[in-house]
């Protein structure tokens, strides 16, 4: 089972709005880092696609994990960074089949739409 995914995209906003859309769920703004949003079910499982933006590259965090953090939705420094990359390519290696329990049609709808 995924729980999460985390995709780049030119249009984070947009293209968190149209997963939730898919998954009758909800988008809203990913506070991880500038510019993030975030696509969630609703359902039990907590599935979620995170989307940044692709100018960012996520790479591994440094450090040790501190126990005394506050707790919260922001990436640790030991967890993940954020890197700009400015050679930021408009297409990449991400794959993924999303299930819906929106119609064939309803789905070509959207697809068409976007």
């Known amino acids: 089972m995924i729980h999460h995914l985390s995709i780049g995209a030119k249009e ?8 939730a859309e898919l998954w009758n769920g909800y988008a809203l703004p990913f506070p ?14 907590g599935s979620e696609i995170e989307v940044i933006p692709l100018e960012l590259d996520m790479v591994p965090g440094t450090g040790e994990p501190d126990a005394n953090a506050p707790v919260g939705y922001e990436a640790k420094p030991w ?10 390519k408009p297409y990449g290696n991400t794959h993924m089949a999303l ?3 929106l119609s064939e049609e309803e789905v070509y709808a959207i697809g068409r739409r976007e």
Do not use: C, Y
Request: glycine residues 6%; hydrophobic residues 50%; without cysteine.
């Open 12 to 19: 984070p906003e947009r293209v968190a709005r149209v997963l």
């Open 32 to 45: 991880v880092t500038e510019g993030a949003w975030i696509a969630m079910t609703g359902d039990a499982n």
């Open 79 to 88: 967890e993940v960074r954020f890197v700009p990359n400015a050679a930021a």
């Open 99 to 101: 299930s819906s329990p």
